[in-house]
């Protein structure tokens, strides 16, 4: 039986949807998500980001774009990046939103306020299934470089807990050290039920 | 049999085939197949198939493809969640694959946790509509209960981690739905809206009664399996635990301590104790752990009912410590802007509803944060209860069946009225029992209109406690305010939170709150009264009430006169504007009796009971005890600190009602309030005695009655295994008892003995209770400035206490936590001076200290042996008993160890033991860099020498000595005392030339002194390596002058004896290099021959290398030195044969001294001599000396002879 994966990080657009991508490519169930309130694009300053809504697609975001800079956005890989997620769904979801989307068995984010957001949901949601989700997170810096190096890790870690067929519960310490020393990064992971 | 006819058949035969196909494929998959199309057909599209396909498939147990195996637990689930009535059959089958292999035995609890709830929730639901018990339903409950206490075991013990993931998620589960939920209806739907669909329970609705299921039960159920997880969070379970159980444990407690108030303050202290670290938990993933619990500390910190806020400052040191202090900031600053803003909010309305902002209950969760506020952090939980709504105040509520519009207690007045008008009394008790009781309550308030028109004489009785009601004016803006809206009246919010409407325990009193807090004195209104059906609303211009009532009576159908002010001050005033309640002024009854409805007609006839005296105080009293059992569900309701105050301020008027109390908060301190409830009482006495009212005993008893229970209930152990919520919620180092004593208004004489008792363990062999004698001492003296001085006192005497066990835990409270203290520390001082000086001073000056001194260091070597040895100044372990603080005094204070060097001289020999036991530790602790120390060292005291030498080694043992060490050390040597021994520490930091001139001195203490300088020295330190090489050791023994360096000669041939029994060190390499060296010198050093001798003895092999020097011995006419020629010529002796060769080197006077000297060496060198080798090198006067050669030469040789060993010495 396979997992379900979901991917989430702050806005679902990059770090989120590079794993996604990377993910779909190889064939595991996998969505993505962000726990934002707004999805978040940088601007042409920092201080006047892109504000979009959840559920905004992904080409609407990219005509808006080029309708605004095009060279602006395509130079700084915006626009590739969501030509890219819109290949792989239609508009950036929302963590908080997905209860319909049913119980995932592996939740991965890579940023740790993320983490603390999605396990405060899954905590305060009402649980009525019982079925642990194992909720990961792996750091990874938002930008394009770190999300492609963030996403591939992903894959291993998420083949690994495939590997051990749903009985990731009692191996999860064992499949944490294993990674952390093979690739010397450091994972925080907790376990919640749906 | 009926329902199965009606099974149309082409679905059976479809249902047959495909049990079939099941039974007879090989391959699982498609047996899956068909058993999923089965499942289809007999779940969804014709159930009545369902009894007779459930027993065939529960058969699949046996089955050995596991998909199989896993199928049957989805269908078990898929069953039993429609249709509870098979649960009972199929929980045996559930029950066998928890046993196997962990992946079903994970599934399995998933789908039983499921059945249990439901099942719960089915029984719950069904009982309450139906008041009665059906063999389906309690079939069904055993055998949910058996799932339970099959899989409770797995939470702390399995196999697999992912077992017990899930069977602590089913404790948790089952605590949640066994408690009562605050936030969740307080009343259950209604029978016509329960299609299946599972909606949720609430424990609280069955608190009145059920059938089946026993709320009080269930909620000890609940704390018994919260004891369970929380002790696997405690030692030593917590060390066992693998990471994923820790973090779903600790995520579980939090979510049960978020959702269950009454448990918050049991789960809090295990989280917090767990630590920063979590150091307690092994296993792998640490760090997982760590944030699982900061997480846990955030989602608790936002929780905002009254009993969490006493947690908040230790939630926001907890985290911290784990640096997550900012997130605490942001939480705590998130529920007090909440509260600000509340409050401002409230205080514009307070000219409306001013009780309303100190009700603790109208907190509401604060506005959610505005969308773009992204760093706040996430959604803000909602733990405030939300207001509840009560829906039948509310007139806007649909949903009512009956559909007539009017709120539930507006129909059931009418229904009692109904029942009342025809006498059918026996029907309103069977109402009456089946009312939920804050119905009943609200009933029964409504009705208080219409109480007998004259007040009954006993009521009069006690103008002096309770003032004649006041006219109604005050009371009457509230009830005016037309616009004010009745579910913001605080009373209607949650009737189980007010305290004068605490729930009853069932019908039998309906209104015991009025009384309880009047009394004593006022007589129960008596069963009577409940069946008393309600006039209809009053309906009278002249009384603004009624006039209120006529605007507004659907709303608002209660009891409006009670001005509502729960705020503390609720005490007198509030029960006398109820006393105009109950007992309107005269006209206003006139005018209902005027209006001559039927209610005021029943009313008239209420009987008057007098009571003697015990009946009150035994109606009283149990009244009281039973507001005390409601407790649970005011504090959960979060109206804790208003009943407190308002129990404190009544159970204070009489011994017996503040026994009732005592026992109350004893049984479970720390979920009963107990510290701020027996505070309460407290300052309640005090003031009564303030005010003169009472003397100061009552105050005092109740301190003692209360403490002693209390150290009774702590430690007698059969209370103790009795009281499992107290040994919970009371851990060792429990700290209530020094709260409560800081806390108190007046620190009462009993308490002192009470400290003393606990700080004198002589018949306790547990020392918890030292513990926590000294935790409330330290507590006093930081906080209670009066009783300071005594107390201090008492940890002083502690401090020398006989029990090894409670000094060493006061001394440690002294020296650690005491003495830094500034205003108290100069006392500490002087009594630590006090207590050293006492045995110092004992045995007076003992003249003969140095003879003493002598022995006292040999003493200490061998052992303790001697600890007993009293002269004089006791024992040893006396002396060590007075001395101890001052010691631990001296690791915080060095300047104070000045003092012990400067008593050491005149203290008594088991004294100077006691010292020189404990002086390593402290000296290790104070450490060698200490400025204190080292200007001791470069100046000590007279006659502490000996304690000296003890230090310097103690200091140097180990580690390389600091330079300032050093340098102290070799000026004391040079300025002060002389003797070399307390250079020894230090050699091995020396350098060849700061040795050098001190090596006489070393060769010149006792032997076993000089062994062990010669070691340092030759060890050596680290960096620089040894001081001298032994060859060097050698050459500077030899070099020694007895008369310049004034050492005797036997001292060096010791030294020189010792250093060359140590072969390995001193070999025959060193030995050949010194010899060497040393046959160069000019003079020979005295000790050379002796020293060739014994090298010669320890190596033979040497010897080829001592016939050379031999030989250059005599190059340089050894003879001359007679010492050395003595020596010479033993060595010669004892090497023969090898040195005929070196004798026969000797002029032939020499020889013939040699001969003369050793007589037997004449015959083995003659023939030596002769041989035709030898014979020919050989001088000829030398051969006719040993009459080798007989020739006429011979006379004259041997006249000349004497002659020439006469001339021998002139040469």
């Known amino acids: 039986m396979k997992l379900r994966h979901a991917m989430v990080c702050a806005s679902n657009q990059n770090r989120s949807m590079e794993a996604h991508a990377l993910l779909q490519r190889e064939g595991l169930d996998v969505s993505s998500y962000g726990t934002g309130n707004q999805v978040k694009l940088p601007g042409p300053t920092i201080r006047d980001p892109n504000i979009y809504q959840f559920g905004t697609p992904y080409t609407a975001i990219i005509e808006d774009l080029k309708n605004k800079d095009p060279d602006l956005y395509k130079r700084n890989g915006l626009l590739p990046m969501l030509k890219r997620n819109a290949s792989v769904k239609d508009a950036p979801q929302r963590w908080q939103d997905n209860a319909g989307d049913g119980a995932f068995d592996v939740v991965l984010t890579f940023e740790e306020r993320v983490f603390d957001l999605v396990n405060e949901d899954l905590q305060n949601r009402e649980q009525t299934l019982f079925k642990t989700v194992l909720v990961v997170n792996l750091d990874v810096k938002d930008n394009h470089e770190e999300a492609a190096v963030g996403a591939k890790l992903a894959l291993d870690l998420c083949k690994k807990l495939e590997e051990s067929e749903k009985n990731w519960e009692d191996e999860i310490d064992d499949i944490v050290r294993r990674f952390e020393k093979q690739h010397k990064r450091r994972l925080i992971y907790t376990i919640c039920f749906y | 049999m009926a329902a199965m006819m009606a099974v149309p058949p082409e679905a059976r035969e479809r249902a047959v085939a495909l049990l079939h196909d099941a039974q007879l494929h090989p391959d699982a998959a498609a047996k899956l197949d068909s058993l999923r199309e089965l499942r289809e057909l007999a779940l969804h599209r014709e159930p009545r198939l369902l009894p007779e396909l459930l027993p065939v498939l529960l058969e699949l147990r046996n089955d050995r493809a596991s998909a199989i195996r896993n199928f049957l637990v989805e269908i078990i689930e898929e069953v039993g969640l429609r249709q509870v009535e098979y649960v009972p059959v199929m929980m045996p089958v559930l029950l066998t694959l928890l046993r196997g292999e962990p992946a079903f035995a994970r599934r399995a609890i998933t789908a039983g946790t499921n059945l249990f709830r439901h099942t719960l929730e089915y029984v719950l639901l069904k009982g309450i509509y139906t008041r009665q018990v059906d063999k389906f339903m309690q079939d069904s409950w055993i055998s949910v209960l058996q799932f339970k206490e099959f899989v409770y075991p797995f939470a702390q013990q399995h196999g697999n981690d992912g077992v017990r993931l899930h069977a602590v998620k089913f404790i948790e589960t089952v605590i949640l739905l066994f408690t009562p939920d605050p936030s969740g209806p307080s009343q259950p739907p209604l029978p016509d809206r329960l299609d299946g669909t599972s909606k949720g329970i609430n424990v609280s609705w069955i608190v009145s009664g059920h059938p089946l299921l026993d709320a009080t039960a269930m909620g000890q159920e609940a704390s018994k399996s919260l004891g369970l997880l929380l002790n696997q969070l405690r030692q030593p379970d917590v060390s066992a635990l693998p990471g994923p159980v820790a973090i779903v444990i600790v995520n579980s407690l939090a979510a049960i301590a978020k ?386 105050a308002l129990l404190a301020r009544l159970t204070a008027q009489s011994a017996e009602a503040l026994n009732t109390l005592q026992k109350h908060i004893l049984a479970d301190y720390a979920n009963h309030m107990g510290h701020e409830l027996a505070l309460h009482v407290f300052y309640e006495l005090y003031l009564m005695h303030i005010a003169g009212g009472d003397s100061i005993e009552k105050y005092e008893n109740f301190f003692v009655s209360l403490v002693s229970l209390y150290s009774c209930k702590k430690f007698d152990n059969v209370v103790f295994k009795q009281s499992q919520g107290l040994k919970d919620s009371l851990p060792p180092s429990d700290k209530s008892l020094s709260k409560l004593l800081c806390e108190i208004p007046l620190f009462p004489e009993g308490a002192f003995a009470l400290l003393e008792s606990l700080c004198n363990p002589i018949n306790e062999p547990n020392g918890d209770r030292v513990t926590q004698g000294l935790s409330a001492l330290w507590s006093l003296i ?197 003797d070399a021994v307390f250079l020894i520490p230090i050699l091995s930091s020396l350098s060849k030339e700061e040795v050098l001139p001190i090596f006489p001195r070393l060769v010149d203490l006792p032997p076993d002194k000089f062994q062990v300088a010669l070691a340092r020295i030759l060890q050596g330190s680290a960096h620089t390596g040894p001081a001298l090489t032994p060859a060097e050791v050698l050459i500077a023994l030899h070099g020694i002058d007895q008369q310049r360096d004034a050492v005797p000669l036997k001292k060096v041939t010791e030294a020189c004896s010792a250093c060359l029994q140590q072969r390995n060190v001193f070999n025959q390499d060193v030995l050949a290099k010194v010899l060497n060296q040393l046959v160069e010198q000019t003079p020979l050093p005295k000790l050379f021959m002796r020293t060739v001798i014994q090298a010669v003895g320890t190596f033979r092999s040497l010897v080829g290398f001592v016939m050379d020097i031999l030989l250059r011995l005599v190059n340089k006419q050894i003879w001359k030195t007679p010492q050395l020629w003595v020596g010479f010529l033993k060595c010669a002796s004892e090497t023969t044969p090898h040195s005929f060769r070196v004798l026969l080197q000797l002029p032939t006077a020499q020889l013939e001294n040699a001969l003369v000297k050793h007589p037997t060496l004449k015959t083995p060198l003659a023939a030596h001599a002769s041989q035709p080798s030898v014979r020919s090198s050989v001088p000829r006067s030398s051969l006719v000396l040993l009459g080798v050669i007989q020739d006429d030469v011979t006379a004259v040789e041997a006249a000349s002879a004497p002659s020439s060993s006469g001339n021998a010495p002139q040469q």
């Not at chain 2, 009225?417 to 025809?422: C, T």
């Not at chain 2, 206003?588 to 003697?612: K, M, W």
């Open chain 2, 259 to 644: 959702r269950r108030p009454s448990f918050y303050g049991r789960i809090l202290p295990v989280l917090l104790s767990l630590g920063p670290s979590c150091e307690a938990i092994k296993g792998g993933q640490v760090a997982s752990v760590v944030t699982a619990l900061k997480n846990a500390f955030v989602q608790l910190l936002k929780c905002t009912y009254p009993a969490a806020a006493p947690w908040r400052d230790r939630l926001t040191s907890a985290l911290r410590q784990m640096n997550a202090g900012d997130v605490a900031d942001l939480a705590v600053e998130r529920s007090s802007r909440g509260g600000e803003r509340e409050s401002r909010e409230s205080s514009s309305r307070s000219n409306r509803v001013k009780e309303e902002r100190q009700d603790p209950r109208n907190k509401r969760p604060p506005p959610q944060e505005n969308g773009n506020d992204e760093e706040s952090y996430g959604k803000r939980l909602r733990t405030t209860p939300p207001p509840p709504v009560q829906q039948h105040f509310h007139p806007d509520a649909s949903g009512y069946a009956n559909g007539a519009g009017l709120p539930p207690i507006q129909q059931m007045i009418q229904m009692f009225e109904a029942l009342a008008a025809k006498g059918e009394i026996a029907s309103i008790d069977l109402l009456m029992s089946r009312l939920p009781p804050d119905t009943l309550a609200d009933v029964v308030i409504v009705n208080m209109q219409n109480l007998p028109p004259s007040v009954p004489a006993d009521f009069m009785d006690k103008p002096q406690l309770l003032p004649p009601p006041p006219p109604p004016p005050p009371i009457e803006p509230v009830a005016m305010d037309g616009r004010r809206d009745p579910r913001r009246d605080p009373r209607r919010m949650d009737p189980r939170m007010d305290p004068r409407r605490l729930p009853s325990p069932g019908p039998p009193m309906v209104m015991p709150k009025q009384e309880d807090l009047q009394q004593p004195g006022v007589p129960p209104v008596f069963r009577t009264v409940k069946a008393e059906p309600v006039s209809p609303p009053v309906m009278n211009s002249r009384d603004p009430r009624a006039s209120l009532k006529a605007t507004s009576v659907k709303m608002e159908p209660t009891f409006t006169h009670v001005k509502s002010e729960p705020d503390e001050d609720m005490g007198i005033r509030t029960i006398s504007t109820m006393y105009g309640a109950l007992y309107p002024s005269s006209d206003a009854l006139d005018d209902r009796q005027e209006a001559g409805t039927s209610g005021a007609g029943l009313s008239s006839f209420l009987p008057v009971v007098t009571l003697s005296n015990e009946q009150r105080a035994t109606l009283g009293n149990s009244a009281l005890t039973r507001i005390l059992e409601g407790s649970k569900s005011v504090s959960a309701a979060g109206g804790g600190g208003l009943r407190i």
């Open chain 2, 782 to 978: 930081l906080q209670r400035p009066a009783v300071r001085e005594r107390c201090l006192n008492m940890a002083l005497e502690c401090a020398v206490h006989e029990v090894d066990d409670a000094r060493t835990k006061a001394i440690r409270l002294v020296a650690n936590k005491l003495y830094p203290v500034t205003f108290i520390s100069q006392k500490i001082e002087e009594f630590a001076t006090k207590m050293l000086l006492s045995v110092v001073n004992v045995g007076g000056h003992n003249v003969d200290s140095e003879a003493q001194e002598r022995s006292t260091l040999q003493e200490v070597a061998p052992g303790d042996q001697e600890a007993n040895a009293a002269d004089g100044g006791g024992t040893k372990a006396e002396a060590q008993r007075c001395m101890s603080l001052y010691f631990a005094l001296c690791t915080k204070k060095h300047a104070l160890l000045g003092e012990l060097f400067n008593v050491y001289d005149r203290a008594p020999k088991p004294v100077k033991q006691a010292i020189h036991r404990q002086i390593p530790v402290l000296v290790r602790t104070v450490g060698q860099s200490s400025p204190e120390l080292l200007s001791i060292i470069s100046a000590p005291p007279q006659g502490c020498e000996n304690l000296l030498l003890q230090v310097l080694h103690v200091l140097t043992e180990g580690t390389t000595p600091s330079p300032e060490l050093i340098k102290t050390i070799k000026q004391l040597h040079e300025t002060r005392i002389k």
